[in-house]
């Protein structure tokens, strides 16, 4: 596990990140198909919090995009470096996050966040963030729709519809499972959304998340447990 201290010069205000954004927006790709589906690696991170403690854990995982096989794993622990702001949220989760990727024995190939990429209100969500400082193809699969407008997709697996801010598409809901409420799924960095799609409907053979998802999720939490019970007072 990698221990991360707050990058020097990290944003501390509302502000500060807001205008970070709007420099590295201008970076990012769209148009791009990004890796085939079912090819190379696949890496999932995923961050667990202990605000009380002020310790964040991220963890990346990488799988083997053909059959969703574990290759490698790493995880990162550290000060949680941003305060919860709606929309900034990514400046949290950045420092420990890059360094669970950096840990890895192996490439990521396609990296999938717990999270948004264009689906933002700022239209740089952390997929989008970590894209653009990584060079890294990037999607966002989130679990709600944050703040935007859908109609319900059809109920088979693999039915989508667009996730609209005003006129704008954004992303989309996505079917995973029949009749399960969809994903939402939006492009982050070199990676168009037909292919954003595609690559999750490859990451949910079973469930409504993708595979990356659930074993980031899994091990961060572990991390964040082992992070926390180290730091835990003892008594006299």
Not at 69 to 95: K, M, N, Q
Not at 217 to 236: F, K, V
Request: glycine residues 8%; hydrophobic residues 40%.
């Amino acid at each position: 596990m990698t221990t991360v201290s707050i990058p020097a010069g990290w944003p501390a205000t509302e502000e500060e990140a807001r205008a970070v954004q709007d420099e590295l927006r201008a970076d990012v790709v769209l148009d791009r198909p990004g890796p085939p589906p079912g090819t190379g690696h696949v890496t999932g991170v995923d961050v667990a919090y202990d605000d009380e403690r002020d310790v964040v854990a991220a963890a990346a995982v990488v799988l083997d995009a053909a059959s969703l096989d574990v290759v490698a794993e790493a995880t990162a622990v550290g000060r949680i470096s941003f305060p919860y702001v709606p929309g900034l949220l990514a400046f949290r989760e950045i420092p420990t996050v890059l360094a669970a990727l950096e840990a890895l024995p192996c490439p990521p190939g396609l990296v999938v966040c717990d999270g948004y990429g264009l689906a933002h209100p700022r239209r740089f969500g952390l997929a989008s963030h970590l894209g653009v400082l990584t060079g890294l193809p990037t999607i966002g699969v989130a679990k709600n729709p944050f703040v935007f407008a859908y109609d319900e997709p059809d109920a088979p697996r693999g039915s989508a519809s667009p996730l609209l801010a005003g006129d704008e598409e954004v992303g989309r809901a996505l079917r995973t499972r029949a009749g399960v409420k969809p994903v939402f799924v939006s492009v982050g960095h070199r990676v168009d959304l037909d292919g954003a799609c595609a690559h999750t409907l490859a990451l949910t053979p079973r469930f409504r998340l993708p595979e990356t998802t659930r074993r980031a999720d899994s091990l961060c939490r572990e991390a964040l447990q082992e992070a926390t019970i180290r730091h835990r007072p003892t008594s006299a």
